[in-house]
């Protein structure tokens, strides 16, 4: 075991790179997608050995609409496909599995195929999934902005019991601790609206990788480099 004590408990994921890997390749984008979901197994399997409790993963965003029908139709069937093959193997190895992200929009036959994953797994905890599909911050912030003006509009709670912690616990991750280290493949430096509210305070790694050559190895380098960074949240150093 090489479990660090200062290791990293919750890592955010923004797999980014398929594209890109798959066109280098000559192939369709989808090919590279479909590589990239390989990846994630070993990545959650990676998890318990090194710490990390809490593994959070950006799937699909608000603005990946944009893209062709038939990118977005393609990657909606992965996730379908997705959980249903991996729905077993996630059970039986104590994964936790939970979305983020607003389901609206998103087909009621993957939505059921969510909400049947959460349940199934909500017994385990060795390891905490979250899959952030049709996610976005600003999207995230502005459900949660929504939510709470119904409820002061209705009565149930004052303005004035609006604070940083009540709010956070309207947003989608009321669940999850921020994040402590966000790790973003494919060498672009960006967030890309992805956690914007709970990484005020995250260390961020951004790697040259593409999401599908991501391994675990480079997963353990990282968090391990997590361990010697000073974190100090506006104080002055110790
Ligand atoms: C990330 O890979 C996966 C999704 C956004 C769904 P990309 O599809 O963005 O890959 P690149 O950035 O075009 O290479
Ligand atoms: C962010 O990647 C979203 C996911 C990884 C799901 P994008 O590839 O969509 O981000 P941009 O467009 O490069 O900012
Ligand atoms: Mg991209």
Redesign the pocket.
């Known amino acids: 075991m090489h479990q660090s004590p200062d290791g990293p408990r919750h890592v955010a994921i923004?797999?980014?790179g398929n594209g890109r890997w798959a066109t280098m390749r000559g192939r369709p984008r989808l090919f590279g997608h479909h590589a990239g979901a390989r990846r994630v197994k070993e990545i959650v399997r990676k998890c318990p050995e090194i710490g990390v409790k809490y593994l959070t993963i950006?799937?699909?965003?608000t603005?990946?609409w944009k893209r062709t029908q038939s990118e977005v139709a393609g990657l909606m069937k992965l996730f379908r496909r997705y959980i249903m093959r991996e729905s077993r193997d996630l059970l039986a190895e104590g994964v936790r599995v939970r979305f983020i992200g607003d389901r609206i929009q998103l087909d009621p036959k993957l939505v059921k195929l969510m909400d049947e994953l959460e349940l199934l797994t909500s017994d385990n905890d060795k390891v905490n999934l979250t899959i952030?599909l049709n996610y976005g911050g600003r999207d995230e912030v502005t459900r949660a902005t929504r939510r709470l003006a119904h409820e002061v509009a209705s009565g149930k709670l004052s303005p004035d019991d609006v604070d940083s912690e009540c709010l956070a616990r309207h947003l989608d991750t009321c669940f999850l601790p921020d994040p402590d280290l966000v790790i973003r493949t494919s060498g672009?430096a960006?967030i890309?609206n992805?956690l914007l509210w709970q990484s005020a305070y995250a260390e961020y790694e951004f790697v040259e990788t593409l999401w599908p050559d991501f391994t675990a190895a480079e997963f353990e380098r990282i968090s391990a480099r997590f361990g010697a960074r000073e974190r100090r949240f506006g104080a002055v150093p110790k």
Do not use: G, L, Q
């Open positions: 923004i797999m980014d950006f799937a699909f965003s603005e990946n952030a672009e960006r890309s992805f």
